[in-house]
């Protein structure tokens, strides 16, 4: 019976050893971000930022509370991994992290996601009764198994993110390099290997082998034959990204899930020689079916159906962003383009000059210029500064926008006042312009400029 399988005790070591990983990269996430000046040029220097929808009164601290903050969560990291006070230190940097994560879009990373969904899961998993600080101070914690489920739960989480990774791959720029070419053939690689990162079969190479790595490194994990090898591919795959790309924590994230992978035994064996045999101890039972029931089964249910939304939305979620988020659309697009806005005085029918944009730090600039999300919160936060000197305003933007050096559209439209416009969560926003496919993916000319 699944149900069987599913309470079956095991060795809890695989997910000992990932609370261990894991709470290390929640130190490295947040004291790293302090270090290489991510909070200071995302949170710090801003005048405000890009909160997501609905959630615009969440700011960063004023002064150098964000360093303070991040600095916080570093420590509450570190505590994880040793298992000190483990659910509240947890609980505490969820938190935390939900807070950076709805504070800003405009420096936005998948894993950012990925961190706060892992951080709820472990909430509820038994990651702290052994090795831990808590069951040296609480012998009674202390256990030596889990029920199969809790790396299943984890297991089905990255299988998730592989599986969509996929299928958002599936379009023409990704298919035929298009995109590969506009990531590897940045000036800022290593010198010595432009002549390879321009090379028009390196990009299909990269192309193809993203697909097939995301498809099949998952089953190759499972099957005992193939999974040293695909554990190496894992780590060649990953590194080679963290290095190229400088992706953050990301490959490192998940080359840690490739612990449940294997033999509970063998990682016991390895990792915590000292740790009895499952066999040799008394296993007490498990009583945690309604967790499962009643948590994790509607928290996949709505997993799965995240990804899938874009497909019920008018429009191409590649042009419209509309459901781009949450997602696991990683790494699939590069939008340039511009926006100006106008500002009408309602009493008087006159343009209003303005220099909001002005303020706005080059990524959020880029932002507010090419995402419709951006461009409609730019246009509400140009109205509210209009009301608070008194003045009833409208505000219309002129957007020209192009994917992956496509050639530009007109991407809001020009007749809409978007101060006064409704943003809908669910379904398509109206004033975003709706082309064919193949109209704004098409390759742009020889001699095409940026405006």
Request: net charge positive; proline share 6%; charged share 15%.
């Given at each position: 019976?699944?149900?069987?399988?599913l309470?079956?005790?095991?060795?809890?070591?695989?997910?000992?050893?990932?609370?261990?990983?894991?709470?290390?990269?929640?130190?490295?996430?947040?004291?790293?971000?302090?270090?290489?000046?991510w909070?200071?040029?995302?949170?710090?220097?801003?005048?405000?930022?890009?909160?997501?929808?609905?959630?615009?009164?969440?700011?960063?601290?004023?002064?150098?509370?964000?360093?303070?903050?991040?600095?916080?969560?570093?420590?509450?990291?570190?505590?994880?991994?040793?298992?000190?006070?483990?659910?509240?230190?947890?609980?505490?940097f969820?938190?935390?992290?939900?807070?950076?994560?709805?504070?800003?879009?405009?420096?936005?990373?998948?894993?950012?996601?990925?961190?706060?969904?892992?951080?709820?899961?472990?909430?509820?998993?038994?990651?702290?009764?052994?090795?831990?600080?808590?069951?040296?101070?609480?012998?009674?914690?202390?256990?030596?198994?889990?029920?199969?489920?809790?790396?299943?739960v984890?297991?089905?989480?990255?299988?998730?993110?592989?599986?969509?990774?996929?299928?958002?791959?599936l379009?023409?720029?990704?298919?035929?390099?298009?995109?590969?070419?506009?990531?590897?053939?940045?000036?800022?690689?290593?010198?010595?290997?432009?002549?390879?990162?321009?090379?028009?079969?390196?990009?299909?190479?990269?192309?193809?082998?993203g697909?097939?790595?995301?498809?099949?490194?998952?089953?190759?994990?499972?099957?005992?034959?193939?999974?040293?090898?695909?554990?190496?591919?894992?780590?060649?795959?990953?590194?080679?990204?963290?290095?190229?790309?400088?992706?953050?924590?990301?490959?490192?994230?998940?080359?840690?899930?490739?612990?449940?992978?294997?033999?509970?035994?063998?990682?016991?064996?390895?990792?915590?020689?000292?740790?009895?045999?499952?066999?040799?101890?008394?296993?007490?039972?498990?009583?945690?079916?309604?967790?499962?029931?009643?948590?994790?089964?509607?928290?996949?249910?709505?997993?799965?159906?995240?990804?899938?939304?874009?497909?019920?939305?008018?429009?191409?979620?590649?042009?419209?962003?509309?459901?781009?988020?949450?997602?696991?659309?990683?790494?699939?697009?590069?939008?340039?383009?511009?926006?100006?806005?106008?500002?009408?005085?309602?009493?008087?029918?006159?343009?209003?000059?303005?220099?909001?944009?002005?303020?706005?730090?080059?990524?959020?600039?880029?932002?507010?210029?090419?995402?419709?999300?951006?461009?409609w919160?730019?246009?509400?936060?140009?109205?509210?500064?209009?009301?608070?000197?008194?003045?009833?305003?409208?505000?219309?933007?002129?957007?020209f926008?192009?994917?992956?050096?496509?050639?530009?559209?007109?991407?809001?439209?020009?007749?809409?006042?978007?101060?006064a416009?409704?943003?809908?969560?669910?379904?398509?926003?109206?004033?975003?312009?709706?082309?064919?496919?193949?109209?704004?993916?098409?390759?742009?000319?020889s001699?095409?400029?940026?405006?």
């Amino acid at each position: 019976m699944i149900t069987n399988r599913l309470h079956r005790p095991i060795d809890n070591a695989p997910l000992i050893l990932f609370r261990m990983f894991f709470g290390f990269l929640l130190f490295a996430e947040t004291f790293g971000a302090i270090l290489t000046g991510w909070v200071r040029r995302v949170l710090v220097e801003p005048e405000f930022t890009f909160s997501h929808i609905g959630l615009e009164w969440l700011q960063p601290l004023p002064g150098n509370g964000m360093y303070f903050y991040f600095a916080t969560m570093s420590i509450f990291g570190l505590l994880v991994m040793v298992g000190y006070k483990y659910r509240y230190s947890l609980a505490a940097f969820t938190i935390m992290w939900a807070g950076v994560y709805f504070m800003q879009k405009s420096s936005y990373n998948n894993h950012y996601y990925l961190l706060l969904l892992i951080c709820i899961i472990m909430l509820f998993l038994p990651a702290n009764r052994y090795a831990s600080v808590d069951v040296r101070n609480n012998p009674n914690l202390k256990s030596l198994a889990m029920p199969w489920w809790c790396s299943g739960v984890l297991i089905l989480q990255i299988t998730i993110v592989y599986i969509f990774a996929v299928a958002s791959k599936l379009y023409p720029q990704w298919l035929d390099g298009t995109f590969i070419k506009l990531l590897y053939e940045r000036p800022d690689h290593p010198q010595f290997l432009q002549p390879l990162f321009h090379n028009h079969y390196f990009h299909i190479f990269i192309a193809y082998m993203g697909i097939l790595f995301d498809l099949l490194i998952v089953p190759l994990l499972f099957w005992k034959r193939t999974r040293t090898v695909a554990f190496i591919a894992a780590i060649i795959f990953h590194l080679f990204n963290a290095v190229i790309l400088q992706i953050g924590i990301f490959p490192f994230f998940a080359l840690a899930f490739t612990v449940f992978f294997y033999p509970p035994d063998s990682i016991r064996a390895r990792f915590f020689p000292r740790k009895p045999e499952l066999e040799n101890t008394a296993v007490q039972p498990f009583d945690n079916r309604k967790l499962l029931l009643y948590f994790f089964v509607p928290y996949f249910i709505i997993q799965t159906g995240l990804p899938l939304r874009h497909h019920f939305i008018k429009g191409d979620v590649l042009w419209t962003e509309e459901g781009h988020r949450l997602s696991w659309r990683m790494m699939l697009r590069h939008r340039q383009g511009y926006t100006n806005f106008r500002v009408v005085d309602k009493e008087t029918g006159k343009t209003l000059r303005h220099n909001l944009t002005q303020s706005l730090t080059d990524k959020q600039r880029a932002f507010a210029s090419t995402r419709p999300d951006g461009i409609w919160q730019m246009a509400q936060r140009i109205r509210q500064q209009f009301e608070l000197q008194g003045k009833a305003v409208e505000v219309y933007a002129t957007s020209f926008v192009g994917i992956n050096n496509s050639p530009y559209r007109q991407l809001i439209d020009p007749r809409v006042d978007l101060g006064a416009a409704k943003w809908d969560y669910f379904w398509h926003n109206d004033w975003i312009l709706l082309y064919d496919e193949s109209e704004y993916l098409q390759k742009p000319p020889s001699r095409f400029g940026t405006p």
